[in-house]
Structures are given as structure tokens and as C-alpha cells.
């Protein structure tokens, strides 16, 4: 399996690699600067990638951006001590990190983070290059639009659909609809702020 990128995430997928058994063959990075990372040599990506690769970039939008440009065969991360129900499906280049829970008839998309201790119930979507963050909990039938970010300790009770390309902040707790392209935050959660992703 080879990394493209050389940080901080890139740290965690390699530890969860590690305890998966699977061989990591190298780290890509953009940063001249960076030369090794958790004992790895990291070298600049020169298209000639031959095996399954991972983005370990936490920004869900220079993942996408980057996947659109290496494209090829992506693998999946899945930490030993996460819980992925059978009738799950989770998509290529996804990354499920330690003691994350996904459960019956999820689908998680491609390019995901499941982050630390994530809790995902039963027939919840979670679209391509989305970022449920550590100890977010999403109840059952929930919707995640692409490229949006569930903040850490968040709770989003059943049914709820949150759009594309927003940010949930950090603790908030979302009991109605959020659209696309927004900031929302707090106890009850609301649009704070629309944003510009272009």
C-alpha cells in the first residue's frame, strides 16, 4: 500500500496498517522538505504508482482534488479494533480508524474518514470524501452529503440529512436538516455561515 501524503493523518493510516499486517511501500508527498515519516522515506509522486494507494490528507477538499489527479487503484484502512457490520459497505480509499463502529446497511462512500471512536447506526449514507470525526455519533437513516465534515463529539439524531461540502462544528447537536455549503454549530445545530467551496 502507498500514502499520499506525509502528515499528521498520514501517521494514524500507518499505524493502522501496521496492525493490519499490510505492508506499506512507500509515502508520497508534495512538501520537498519532507523526507521520512514514522521511519518511512517519502519521496515526491511521479505517476509511476503500480499498487493500491491511500490519500492521507485530511482535508477532505485537497483529498478529492488529489484522487481526481493520481487517480488508479485505491485501497481501504480499516483499524482491527473497529466494528464493521457484514452488511456494510465501505468504498475505496476509505480510512475506518480505532474503535469506530459502522453498523447494519451503512454505506460509507470513497475517500472517507471514519475517525476515532466514530459511531455510524444502522442504514446511515455517507457520501465520498466526507469526514465523520472522532466520537461523532450518527443515529440511524442519516444522510452525509459529500465532502462534509461531522465535527468531533457531534450527535446527529435519526433521519437527519446533512448537505454537501458543509461543516458541522465540533460538540453540535443536529436535530433538523442542514443544506449544502454552510457552517452550522451548537445545541440545537444552526447555519451559522454559508461558505464559498469553489
Same mark, same amino acid.
Given at each position: 500500500?502507498?500514502?499520499? $501524503?506525509?502528515?499528521?493523518?498520514?501517521?494514524?493510516?500507518? +499505524? %493502522?496498517?501496521?496492525?493490519?499486517?499490510?505492508? %506499506?511501500? $512507500?509515502?508520497?508527498?508534495?512538501?520537498?522538505?519532507?523526507? @521520512?515519516?514514522?521511519?518511512?522515506?517519502?519521496?515526491?509522486?511521479?505517476?509511476? #504508482?503500480?499498487? +493500491?494507494?491511500?490519500?492521507?490528507?485530511?482535508?477532505?477538499?485537497?483529498?478529492?482534488?488529489?484522487?481526481?489527479?493520481?487517480? &488508479?487503484?485505491?485501497?481501504?484502512?480499516?483499524?482491527?479494533?473497529?466494528? !464493521? *457490520?457484514?452488511?456494510?459497505?465501505?468504498? +475505496?480509499?476509505?480510512?475506518?480508524?480505532?474503535?469506530? !463502529?459502522?453498523? *447494519?446497511?451503512?454505506?460509507?462512500?470513497?475517500?472517507?474518514?471514519? /475517525?476515532? &471512536?466514530?459511531? !455510524?447506526?444502522?442504514?446511515?449514507?455517507? +457520501?465520498?470524501?466526507?469526514?465523520?470525526?472522532?466520537?461523532?455519533?450518527? #443515529?440511524?437513516?442519516? =444522510? =452525509? &452529503?459529500?465532502?462534509?465534515?461531522?465535527?468531533?463529539?457531534?450527535?446527529? @439524531?435519526?433521519?437527519?440529512?446533512?448537505?454537501?461540502?458543509?461543516? %458541522?462544528?465540533? &460538540?453540535?447537536?443536529?436535530?433538523?436538516? !442542514?443544506?449544502? /455549503? #454552510?457552517?452550522?454549530?451548537?445545541?440545537?445545530?444552526?447555519?451559522?455561515?454559508? %461558505?464559498?467551496?469553489?
Amino acid at each position: 500500500m502507498y500514502l499520499y $501524503g506525509a502528515s499528521g493523518h498520514a501517521k494514524v493510516i500507518i +499505524e %493502522i496498517l501496521e496492525a493490519e499486517g499490510v505492508a %506499506i511501500d $512507500g509515502l508520497f508527498d508534495d512538501n520537498e522538505s519532507v523526507e @521520512v515519516l514514522c521511519g518511512y522515506n517519502v519521496s515526491r509522486y511521479d505517476g509511476e #504508482c503500480r499498487g +493500491e494507494k491511500i490519500v492521507s490528507i485530511g482535508s477532505n477538499g485537497v483529498r478529492k482534488k488529489i484522487v481526481e489527479r493520481i487517480g &488508479g487503484d485505491f485501497g481501504v484502512a480499516v483499524h482491527p479494533s473497529a466494528i !464493521i *457490520s457484514p452488511r456494510a459497505t465501505v468504498g +475505496e480509499g476509505t480510512v475506518v480508524m480505532h474503535g469506530a !463502529i459502522v453498523q *447494519s446497511d451503512v454505506r460509507v462512500g470513497k475517500h472517507v474518514i471514519v /475517525n476515532t &471512536g466514530a459511531t !455510524i447506526d444502522h442504514e446511515c449514507i455517507v +457520501e465520498d470524501y466526507a469526514h465523520i470525526s472522532p466520537n461523532a455519533t450518527l #443515529c440511524g437513516n442519516v =444522510v =452525509v &452529503g459529500e465532502g462534509t465534515q461531522i465535527g468531533a463529539g457531534s450527535v446527529v @439524531v435519526p433521519g437527519v440529512r446533512i448537505g454537501k461540502w458543509s461543516l %458541522i462544528c465540533a &460538540g453540535s447537536v443536529v436535530t433538523k436538516d !442542514i443544506p449544502d /455549503n #454552510c457552517i452550522a454549530s451548537g445545541n440545537r445545530c444552526k447555519v451559522i455561515k454559508y %461558505i464559498d467551496n469553489k
